[in-house]
């Protein structure tokens, strides 16, 4: 019996709204137990075809699982080393730059000067002020610090949640009473997120082994944090390709001259244009499935509810958002919204029996 029966539709709006509202606010609060968990949750997916694999070679459950937390573990620490090393690394030599970077800060004020422009230089060194960067630097290895603090943890849940892969789609089939339609449903749920995650695994893979021989080849300070950078961010839909250039380009200007700058900047472009534009949607096939609005719409919105982790992780999440929502039919208007867009009907095409279908 639907309990708001009784209310008028403002009402009942109303309602559903403040319980939005309140779940949003308990995540929210919860986002450090949460973002972890969601963290061991799609490593979790991303290694169960690894653990199937060796499973249908006939390898024992507790070897491949022994073979998978190995790899974790020793993905995780030499990541962890190399990480806090090159930081480590760069804030012990920015100081170093500070004289290429006051030429070049005057070289900048002579040429927006004569352009008319006055007040460049005190803009420039409040703006770039290599204090600033030794600050951030800082703050980037308390980050990675508390990250990998963590790392014990989600390692514990992925193995548990390892464990219980094989008998977990059972299990909410039994306990949630699904039909043969919602079961077809959570195995597309399953299947895009995990063939999302494995694809995007490569080509970050990629990414940051082409960015590591373009800036090695270059001669370019700081090479494998810069290739590090490129991996993480290249989860990052949208504004990640932005992101990972950014630092190498500078890096490259204050260590070379112009015409390296310029051939890091150029490479970095056709790196993510090859791979983030060409290989990564042919292996997608169909691609996402979601709008490029509500793409960068879900990196604000899960960035805001769970920090970083919400936003490497959010076109997973809205993908199993939008079909849980398309669940439901009243709930299915805003999956559409979401979608990518709609084919444009022939300019003679009778529409009405396209809508007549949907529905």
């Not at 995780?76 to 012990?92: C, D, M, N, W, Y």
């Not at 995990?194 to 970050?204: E, F, P």
Request: aromatic share 8%; with cysteine.
């Amino acid at each position: 019996m639907d309990v708001t029966t009784g209310f008028s539709p403002i009402a009942r709006v109303l309602i559903v709204m403040a319980a939005i509202a309140i779940l949003l606010i308990f995540l929210r609060l919860a986002a450090p137990i949460i973002a972890p968990l969601l963290l061991a949750v799609f490593i979790a997916i991303v290694a169960t075809p690894l653990l199937r694999w060796m499973r249908r070679r006939g390898l024992p459950k507790w070897f491949a699982l022994a073979v998978i937390v190995l790899v974790l573990l020793d993905v995780g620490s030499i990541f962890a080393l190399v990480t806090t090393g090159a930081l480590e690394g760069l804030r012990e030599s920015l100081p170093g730059y500070r004289e290429r970077f006051t030429l070049l800060a005057q070289q900048a004020e002579y040429w927006l000067e004569s352009s008319g422009i006055t007040g460049s230089y005190e803009a420039l060194s409040d703006v770039f002020n290599p204090a600033n960067a030794i600050i951030l630097v800082r703050a980037a290895l308390s980050s990675v610090s508390g990250a990998f603090a963590n790392g014990f943890l989600i390692l514990l849940a992925v193995i548990f949640m390892l464990l219980e892969a094989p008998d977990l789609k059972t299990k909410v089939k039994k306990a949630f009473h699904f039909t043969k339609e919602s079961d077809a449903r959570l195995l597309r749920a399953s299947s895009a997120v995990n063939r999302y995650l494995l694809i995007k695994t490569l080509t970050s893979l990629a990414t940051a082994l082409c960015v590591w021989v373009l800036l090695w080849s270059l001669g370019i300070d700081f090479a494998i944090l810069w290739t590090i950078l490129a991996f993480v961010l290249n989860f990052v839909p949208i504004v990640g390709a932005i992101l990972m250039t950014i630092p190498a380009v500078l890096m490259a200007l204050l260590q070379t001259d112009l015409q390296t700058t310029l051939l890091v900047g150029v490479g970095y472009i056709v790196i993510n244009t090859v791979i983030g534009n060409i290989l990564e949607p042919r292996f997608m096939g169909r691609g996402l499935g979601i709008s490029a609005l509500a793409v960068f719409l879900s990196i604000l919105f899960w960035g805001w509810l769970l920090g970083t982790v919400g936003v490497f992780l959010s076109v997973p999440l809205t993908m199993a958002l939008m079909i849980a929502l398309d669940a439901s039919p009243t709930t299915r208007p805003i999956a559409v919204l979401l979608g990518p867009s709609l084919p444009k009907p022939l300019p003679n095409e009778d529409t009405s029996s396209v809508d007549a279908t949907a529905d």
